[in-house]
Nanobody
Framework: QVQLVESGGGLVQAGGSLRLSCAAS????????MGWYRQAPGKQRELVAD???????HYADSVKGRFTISRDNAKNTVYLQMNSLKPEDTAIYYC???????????????WGQGTQVTVSS
């Protein structure tokens, strides 16, 4: 029903930057919230940042001032600009979108496949 394609991960030195993208496609009627989560080895998945349809953003304390989330509603795409990266930002990053499709009147969560971000010291 809904496909999410993530891109932009990779290996970067501490202090560097990366930009993640997540494009949603399929039988989409409406997208509500969009967000980015991450999971480091041995740790639980945690919220990094999310953004409402109207543009209200929320960030984890650990990334405030360094990461910026944005979205392009015309393209059904969410972005995560990551600056001043630290080794502790190393994780698999997943996008999540809350979508209503042509098959349901309810909104459901859809997850991307994940993209690896590795920050070397």
């Amino acid at each position: 029903q809904v496909q999410l394609v993530e891109s932009g991960g990779g290996l970067v030195q501490a202090g560097g930057s990366l930009r993640l993208s997540c494009a949603a496609s399929g039988s989409i009627v409406s997208i509500n919230a969009m967000g980015w989560y991450r999971q480091a080895p041995g740790k639980q998945r945690e919220l990094v940042a999310d953004i409402s349809r109207g543009g209200t953003t929320h960030y984890a304390d650990s990334v405030k001032g360094r990461f910026t989330i944005s979205r392009d509603n015309a393209k059904n795409t969410v972005y995560l600009q990551m600056n001043s990266l630290k080794p502790e930002d190393t994780a698999i990053y997943y996008c999540k979108v809350v979508v209503r499709t042509t098959l349901s009147v309810r909104y459901s969560d859809y997850w991307g496949q994940g993209t690896q971000v590795t920050v070397s010291s």
